[in-house]
Structures are given as C-alpha cells and as structure tokens.
C-alpha cells in the first residue's frame, strides 16, 4: 500500500518576508509553522490570523511531551508568521503567556533537586583520590577547598 505524500512545508504567501532568514532558522520555523497549522486543520481552527486562545492551548497541549525551549521557539515561528503577514501577534496575550509559564513551571517542578553534598560524602570521595601523585593531591585539595569556602 502506497503510502499518502506529504505536501512540503511552506510559509502562507502573506509571510514572504521571512524568505530572507538564515536557512537553519527559516527550516525550524516553516517546520514549527507547518506543526501549528496540521493541529490547527485538525482542529477546525484557522491559522492565519490566529487567536490567542486557540495558541495557548496548542502549546498547553504540547507542554509535556516537547521541551520549554521548544514552546517557546514554537511560539516565536506563530509570532514572526503572523507580523511578516502584517496581522497582530497573537502570542502577546496573556493566556499564551500564562500557557508557557505554567509549562515552565510545571518541568521545573518535575525535575528532582539533587540531595546536599554531605561531610561524610566528601571523605568518602577524598579517600578514593591517590594522595601518592599530584593529580590526586590536586583533585583533594580541589574537593576540600570547595566543599568548606562554600
């Protein structure tokens, strides 16, 4: 079974100012629009201009599968489509804000802090270090100099 061609990713012909970005950046940004635009269709919502409501709870959506700094480039690529097509830039309003912080705050929530540098673990690490060279008397020095001047 054949399988369906994908159509090539392009900025909508109201966005020909961003023909002239760096290529990288013009790749990413035709490939985070071409994104939006598939989940807008899906979602029976128009893409250009965008409201920023339905921009907000495309990147709610995302926010746990992609990373913060990919929303945020997501984001950008609706921004710059949007006034290169000289419409407003529907990522200011607070609601997508709002969307993008609450991401943020919800991976750094996730992330687990690493546990204190204890006394005992410190020893533990000094003992393993050859005190017979100099890298080792180096590495020691390092370690206990660090661990009490902080």
């Known amino acids: ?16 100012a961003l023909d002239t970005l760096p290529t990288r950046t013009r ?17 029976h919502l128009i893409t250009l201009p965008a409201r920023p409501l339905d921009v907000a709870i495309y990147l709610a959506t995302f926010a746990v ?3 913060s700094n990919t929303l945020v480039r ?9 006034l290169a097509a000289r419409y407003a830039d529907p990522t200011r309003d607070s609601s997508v804000l709002n969307a993008l912080h609450d991401a943020k705050a919800a991976k750094r929530k996730g992330q687990k802090s690493p ?3 204890t006394l ?16 080792g008397l180096r590495d020691r020095s390092i370690l206990l100099m660090g661990y009490f001047t902080a």
């Open 115 to 117: 546990s204190p540098l």
């Open 27 to 43: 790749v990413a940004y035709v490939g985070d629009w071409d994104r939006w635009s598939r989940w807008a269709q899906r979602n």
């Open 1 to 16: 079974m054949a399988r369906a061609r994908r159509h090539a990713p392009e900025f909508p012909p109201q966005a020909t």
């Open 65 to 67: 599968k992609v990373s």
């Open 120 to 135: 005992d673990l410190v020893y533990k690490m000094v003992v393993t270090m050859n005190a017979g060279t100099l890298q």
């Open 74 to 82: 997501w984001r950008t690529s609706i921004a710059r489509v949007h």
